[in-house]
């Protein structure tokens, strides 16, 4: 479609001039939806091979596969002809320069390796000329042609060949390493517009007016071409002109695109950014939404908190609980998904958390207190006491201080009341009395009135009983029979007091061991006294808590040894099985030469010996190869320090010699390049950059000969 609806006339010529073989080729190759047009020109030795002729059908064979006009894919082209020239260098380097032009019948996009020209001319314009990729562009502009002479070489048969200068590629095909030709944009073409393609024997000794002046108002192609040859072979008629070759390109109709798709692809590109911009704007509402939500949330339990803080503050613990519940509940409906307020969120329901926490030990300390489970209140409170340290703000620790001496206090009076009972039941009224107003006393530093009420029922009963004329007489007559008997019995019960107070406070110290001794002399003591009732269970009952605390207790310390045996038993096997690991690394890095890998391996190797207590021969021989490595690596880096100051010193001497040759000091560049030779030869260097030095040796020498 795109061929048939445009037009472009070519007319090339291609000739040898006075040389024996023609140096330039060229062709085009037009297809369906692209065109390809190449001009390429040889500056090899080589009488067998035609390395134009060899590069531009490479070209043509690439582009047939995979027509395009991409960037990418001509650079394909190139890189697929300079492989193919490169493949070919058998007698001697083959040297092209090349210029590519691609077209899709709209626009072009061309491409330059080496010194062959393109111009482009539209209405007596010049719209284009591509530059050459050479070290020193000698342009003949106008007025400067009397000075051709002097820059001309002639040779063994009087024929021009190019300036050196020109000759002196920086890109050609054939070029070993570091092919970088230019590579154009897209350029829309005009109808009516000439396209000219040239060697560097026609635009070396042509103008780029002169070039336009011949072509421009010409009405056909072949007019064209003859104009720019008789032109070339006129300004240059004393002289034998080598291979040259012209090409001209005519675009009388360009293919005209559909400008409709790319108005349907714009209106769905505005309408996709369109909603795009919709959606992000919901989007940002949305998330505006969920902060103000979310800030909305986070203010009502703050606010709880804060209420739960104040009632704290004045001791109503059960209302506090009340407002941290309903705060909690709210926090467990926070969104931590939303990416909004994440770190706010998670310290405010941390925080609401353990004040839920610590009001509900409270109320089951005060629940355990009612039912009068003292020792488990104390351990509530204890926690309490431990965990409210995180929440100053709460004023709890005073409380649960007092709760906890308080408690301690009250199991003090326990004990007196059970003494107090004893003596009751043996009807040792006097020493009853006694005990039941020492609870009394410290009852009185308490706030529980009940328990002061059950004490002072208790001292009216003794009293009653003590009042009462029968138990006086009673009492007159046992203690004139059994007043020693009372005496030994009163000594038991003071030590029972004793000890029982003994057994309690070691219990709370935390001394079990102690405990159980002083429990097991109590019940001895209540065997000898002949008492048995349930003060006698009681015992029994503390001792077995006892016993329990320290079973578990050495079931736990039976448990975190275990756990300790068995993470240095973990440790060590990884530690060994490391070791086996890194002794295999370091025989694969040792074969494969990477010594200062090995050397890694080797000081990890050195630790774990260190670690697991190895015999001393290990640690040694360990020690001994990480030394011979260091020093291994030392020399290597020496060496290739050293090569690397020597290659150094060959760019040096590339540079010298460049300038050298640009100098015409033929003669000195060719020692030069021998001193490169000597230092290639010394670091055993080989391949293409050795042959590219013979190869310019080659050169120079010829143009010495050539000289003289």
């Not at 003090?412 to 009224?429: H, K, P, Q, R, T």
């Not at 009673?474 to 004139?480: E, H, I, Q, R, S």
């Not at 697991?612 to 640690?619: F, G, L, N, V």
């Amino acid at each position: 479609m795109r061929r048939l609806n445009s037009l472009f006339e070519i007319e090339y010529i291609s000739e040898s001039g006075f040389e024996k073989n023609n140096r330039t080729f060229f062709a085009y190759m037009p297809l369906e939806d692209y065109s390809c047009y190449v001009l390429a020109e040889s500056f090899d030795s080589d009488e067998d091979v035609n390395s134009a002729k060899l590069a531009v059908e490479a070209v043509m064979s690439a582009f047939e596969e995979k027509p395009s006009i991409k960037k990418g894919r001509i650079k394909q082209y190139l890189n697929f002809a300079n492989e193919q020239l490169i493949k070919n260098s058998v007698k001697s380097k083959l040297m092209v320069g090349i210029t590519v032009v691609v077209s899709d019948y709209t626009r072009i996009r061309y491409a330059v390796c080496g010194n062959v020209k393109l111009h482009m001319f539209n209405q007596g314009l010049i719209e284009l000329v591509s530059e050459p990729q050479v070290y020193n562009v000698n342009r003949y502009n106008d007025g400067l042609q009397a000075n051709q002479s002097e820059n001309e070489d002639f040779d063994s048969y009087g024929m021009v060949n190019s300036n050196r200068e020109i000759q002196n590629l920086l890109q050609y095909l054939g070029k070993v390493n570091g092919l970088e030709p230019f590579i154009s944009k897209k350029i829309k073409l005009k109808e009516n517009t000439t396209l000219l393609l040239t060697s560097c024997n026609v635009w070396e000794r042509l103008s780029d007016v002169e070039l336009l002046e011949a072509v421009d108002k010409t009405k056909t192609t072949v007019e064209a071409i003859e104009n720019v040859q008789d032109l070339l072979l006129s300004t240059n008629a004393q002289k034998k002109i080598t291979s040259y070759g012209i090409v001209v390109i005519e675009v009388v109709k360009t293919f005209m695109e559909d400008d409709s798709k790319k108005k349907k692809r714009l209106k769905l590109l505005y309408t996709v950014l369109t909603v795009l911009l919709i959606m992000l704007l919901i989007t940002a509402i949305s998330v505006g939404i969920m902060r103000v939500n979310d800030k909305a949330d986070l203010t009502k339990i703050k606010n709880l908190q804060n209420e739960g803080i104040s009632y704290s503050t004045y001791g109503n613990y059960t209302k506090a609980l009340t407002k941290y519940e309903e705060a909690k509940k709210l926090s467990d409906k926070l969104n931590l998904k939303n990416f909004q307020y994440i770190k706010v969120k998670n310290e405010l329901m941390k925080d609401v958390n353990e004040g839920v926490t610590l009001f509900t030990s409270i109320k089951d300390g005060d629940g355990l207190i009612e039912g009068k489970k003292y020792e488990q209140a104390i351990k509530t409170y204890k926690s309490v006491l431990t965990e409210s340290a995180g929440n100053p703000e709460l004023l709890l620790t005073d409380m649960a201080e007092d709760k906890v001496e308080m408690l301690e206090r009250l199991i003090e009076i326990n004990n007196l009341m059970a003494v107090g009972e004893m003596y009751d039941s043996s009807n040792l009224y006097a020493s009853a009395l006694v005990t039941y107003n020492e609870a009394l006393k410290l009852a009185k530093e308490t706030k529980d009135s009940d328990l002061r009420k059950e004490i002072q029922l208790k001292i009216y009963d003794i009293n009653q009983k003590l009042n009462t004329k029968a138990l006086e007489e009673v009492a007159d007559a046992k203690a004139k029979e059994d007043e020693e008997t009372q005496k030994v019995l009163d000594e038991k019960l003071s030590k029972i007091q004793e000890v029982t107070l003994a057994a309690v406070k070691a219990q709370k110290d935390g001394e079990n061991e102690e405990a159980i001794k002083y429990y097991e002399e109590v019940l001895k003591l209540y065997e000898d006294a002949g008492i048995k009732n349930e003060r006698v269970e009681e015992v029994y009952v503390k001792m077995a808590e006892v016993e329990k605390i320290i079973e578990e207790e050495e079931t736990k310390l039976l448990e975190e040894e275990a756990m300790l045996r068995a993470e240095e038993e973990q440790e060590y096997n990884e530690k060994f099985y490391r070791i086996k690991d890194l002794i295999k690394l370091i025989d694969i890095a040792e074969s494969d030469n990477q010594k200062k890998e090995a050397l890694e391996y080797y000081n990890e190797l050195l630790e774990l010996y260190v670690d697991i207590d190895a015999s001393k021969d290990r640690i040694e021989s360990t020690s001994k190869k990480i030394e011979e490595l260091k020093e291994e690596i030392e020399e290597l880096d020496k060496i290739k320090k050293n090569r690397e100051e020597k290659l150094l010193q060959v760019e040096e001497l590339k540079i010298r010699a460049l300038k050298e040759q640009k100098d015409k000091k033929n003669e000195e560049a060719i020692k030069t390049y021998e001193e490169i030779l000597r230092i290639f030869e010394e670091l055993k260097v080989v391949g293409s950059d050795v042959e590219d030095i013979y190869s310019k040796i080659s050169v120079l020498e010829g143009k010495i000969g050539a000289g003289s």
